[in-house]
């Protein structure tokens, strides 16, 4: 497995705050080795280490010649970098519209590997001529950390934010300030983010939704540290709902995923990968538009029998698939 992004291992990614997709790439790692698997990482990690049964080492000390089954994670120049790989796959974590850059093209057409994406939405992204080896939609999997949660009393009105701020940030700032806040006085918005989940890429436009957020303290808004796992499912566990609005550059939101694991109810927009994570109805709301989902917020705020209602919905039916079940699902690529 082969990524060429930000700086991580598995330490890393079991300790503290991560993205989305690195949080993904660590816990496949680690799941194809609980399978009994020999996995090789090689990305930019600053020094070797074998942690969870897989071995992590720089990208500068060479990528193994031959593997039974090659990921490449997200990155052009991961494409092809084993050369004797029995099977070859691409793992996409983004829209796939960047992959009509000649440097990318050149290698999807030397290497053909199989393209994974996340869902339907993504599938979308992905332009029908494009050069491959087949096509596959792989859902993220969802960590132990959050298949524990049990029913739980309502808690107080209290909103959270657990995605990138600039997915959204400020046009959910908006809607607070301007409809939420004054329709639930005791409601109170969490934020929990901030550019060390992400490396020092984008970090400075990532603290400017942030930094207007936190002084916004008199609207009950809060800001946080972006948690590790474990503490971000404690956070979650008492968290009333999440408020995401949707992008259309998330093919995933793992965020959103956590989230309705944890029983917590989500409001959210057709935008994105946002309406496959939430059931309509049953385990929160996909809003038409800026005042449905307002509307929806103040009600689940408010409501202790809809949030119930939500609550217990998203328990019974968004718990997702383990990593051990995603990582038999790239296993079975080999074959």
């Known amino acids: 497995m ?21 949080t993904a790439f660590a816990a496949l790692a680690e799941a194809l080795a609980r399978r009994g698997h020999q996995v090789a990482v090689r990305n930019r990690c600053r020094a070797a280490i074998r942690h969870n049964g897989v071995d992590w080492a720089p990208l500068s000390d060479g990528i193994p010649a031959a593997c039974d089954l090659y990921i490449g994670n997200r990155g052009h120049r991961v494409i092809g970098l084993a050369r004797k790989a029995r099977r070859r796959v691409f793992w996409l974590h983004n829209p796939a519209g960047y992959l009509r850059k ?151 939101c793992l965020a959103l995923a956590e989230a309705q694991a944890m029983g917590v109810p989500a409001i959210v927009q057709h935008l994105g990968s946002a309406p496959e994570r939430v059931i309509d109805g049953v385990t929160g709301r996909v809003a038409a538009d800026d005042d449905a989902f307002a509307s929806a917020a103040i009600a689940v705020l408010r409501d202790d029998a809809l949030w119930r209602r939500w609550h217990l919905a998203a328990l019974a039916n968004q718990g997702g698939s383990s990593w051990d079940g995603v990582a038999a699902r790239f296993e079975a690529l080999m074959r």
């Open 2 to 22: 082969a990524d060429d992004g930000i700086v991580f291992d598995g330490p890393t990614a079991e300790r503290g705050p991560l993205g989305g997709a690195e």
């Open 102 to 252: 000649p440097r990318n093209l050149w290698r999807l057409a030397l290497y053909r590997p199989i393209l994974i994406t996340t869902g339907t939405y993504h599938a979308t992204t992905v332009p029908a001529w494009l050069p491959r080896g087949g096509c596959e939609i792989i859902p993220y999997g969802m960590l132990d950390d959050f298949h524990a949660a049990a029913p739980r009393d309502a808690p107080p009105p209290r909103a959270i934010f657990t995605s990138n701020p600039l997915r959204g940030l400020n046009w959910l700032l908006d809607l607070w300030v301007g409809r939420i806040a004054s329709a639930v006085p005791k409601a109170e918005l969490h934020i929990y983010a901030g550019g060390s989940v992400y490396g020092s890429i984008r970090a400075s436009r990532i603290q400017e939704p942030l930094t207007r957020a936190a002084g916004l303290t008199a609207y009950g808004i809060r800001c946080f540290a972006p948690l590790g796992r474990a503490e971000l499912a404690t956070a979650l566990s008492g968290a009333r709902v999440m408020l995401y609005r949707g992008d259309p550059g998330e093919t995933f």
